[in-house]
């Protein structure tokens, strides 16, 4: 007996949507096996959910076919760039800021999974909530993730760096007073979820605080953040108005996530490990390149933008659009973040970006003789 082919058997039902299911089952006794293995599978898990499989292969006949423009929401996708001058490179900066927050976004998306084990999604698509125990393999396999996304960033930060008209820049940089990438609150959560907050604390007072943290504790931390230090005039007190605005918007989210993150940020996941696992190498090796590549790395490309754009050898620097003291508040060897103390030798901390930054700002000055 000839079998019809199971696409155009489907495809016949398909251009008919209101094919009859009796029919549709009739024709079905010369499928494959494997066709019958599919169905009773999708039976079963329609029944498990209490479901009816027939109604829901009704809905899959009645549904169009996905294309990659409504997958992607592709229209609104491209209809994100705004500017806010007629300067045809803001449309450079627009978008290589949106992809960036993007890439936090994806950075975002492994931490959270990491901090609650692994996401256990059965074969047959069934969620099972999160694993009970983190395993190191998973560990390495996520940060190594997070690690890509950063490296992609820091090398293409050329785009911003040489990629605009300095020119155009300083001109519609004014249109956009005082928004700064200060206020990038993904930024902020990347911190959050990675470390211990008393490593985010402005490094002079990072002593004062030991022993087990409490959530009153993060609320005075937060306020003495090295980045609310940055935005704030030290002979006055008084904060940006770029900082002012953004804690209005976000210090609630912020205050939140880093409370519910002082059992289960990236270190204490680490510390939750096993003896031999928190040993292992390739574990501690992909926690200090996310170190580098966060810390180090990504701010370092950052900061030659700014000296770019915002030095001027023939008289005193722009100022920022953010306010802060930018040639002290970017530089990674001032405020000596590091998310992960433990995993680096007192020298290593010492000398916190320091080679790097020197050749990166005396390369960027020859440049620019
Ligand atoms: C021409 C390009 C850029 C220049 C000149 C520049 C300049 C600056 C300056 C001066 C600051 C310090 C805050 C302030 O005073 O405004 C800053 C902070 C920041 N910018 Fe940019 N930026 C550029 C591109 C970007 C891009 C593409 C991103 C991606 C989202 C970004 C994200 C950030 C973040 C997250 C901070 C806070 C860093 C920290 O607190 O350590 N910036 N930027």
Redo the contacts with the bound molecule.
């Keep these: 007996m000839r079998l019809p082919c199971v696409n155009s058997l489907y495809s016949r039902a398909f251009h008919h949507k209101f094919v009859s299911f009796g029919n549709f089952f009739q024709e079905m006794e010369t499928f494959q096996p494997e066709i019958y293995e599919q169905i009773r599978k999708l039976k079963d898990k329609y029944a498990t959910l209490g479901q009816d499989l027939e109604s829901y292969l009704d809905g899959l006949l009645m549904s169009n076919t996905t294309t990659y423009w409504d997958y992607l929401n592709v229209d609104a996708l491209l209809a994100l760039q705004q500017p806010k001058t007629d300067f045809p490179d803001e449309k450079i ?1 627009i978008m ?2 949106q992809v ?2 993007l890439y936090f976004k994806l950075v975002l998306h492994e931490l959270e999974q990491l901090s609650f084990n692994g996401r256990n999604v059965l074969r047959n698509g069934e969620d099972k909530g999160w694993n009970e125990v983190l395993s190191a393999d998973y560990f390495v396999e996520r940060m190594m993730r997070c690690n890509r996304y950063f490296d992609a960033l820091t090398h293409s930060f050329g785009i ?1 760096v040489e990629g ?1 008209e300095p020119e155009q ?1 300083k001109q519609y940089r004014m249109a956009l007073l005082p928004a ?3 206020q ?1 609150a993904q ?1 902020r959560k990347i911190e959050i979820c990675a470390t211990d907050f008393i490593n985010l604390v402005e490094k002079d007072r990072r002593s004062l605080y030991s022993g087990t943290t409490t959530g009153s504790m993060i609320e005075e931390m937060f306020e003495y953040s090295y ?1 609310k230090k ?1 935005a704030t005039e030290l002979a006055t007190g008084e904060k940006t108005l ?1 900082l002012r605005m953004f804690e209005k918007k976000y210090t609630d989210e912020l205050v939140g996530l880093a409370r519910r993150k002082i059992n289960n940020n990236i270190w204490q996941k680490y510390l939750e490990l096993s003896e031999e696992d928190q040993n292992r190498k390739d574990l501690q090796l992909a926690l200090r390149a996310f170190d580098v590549n966060v810390n180090v790395n990504w ?1 370092l490309e ?1 900061y030659k ?2 000296v770019r ?2 030095h001027d050898k023939n008289s005193e620097d722009k100022a ?5 003291n ?1 040639q002290k ?2 530089p990674p060897r001032f405020q000596k973040r590091v998310f992960y103390p433990t995993l680096w030798s007192e020298e290593e901390q010492a000398e916190w970006g320091k080679s790097w930054v020197e050749n990166v700002f005396s390369k960027q000055q020859e440049t620019l003789r």
């Design positions: 900066f290589y800021h960036t927050e911003m605009m820049f700064s990438g200060f990038s930024y980045w940055g770029t701010p950052h933008s700014a754009y915002l920022s659009t953010g306010g802060t930018w508040y970017l």
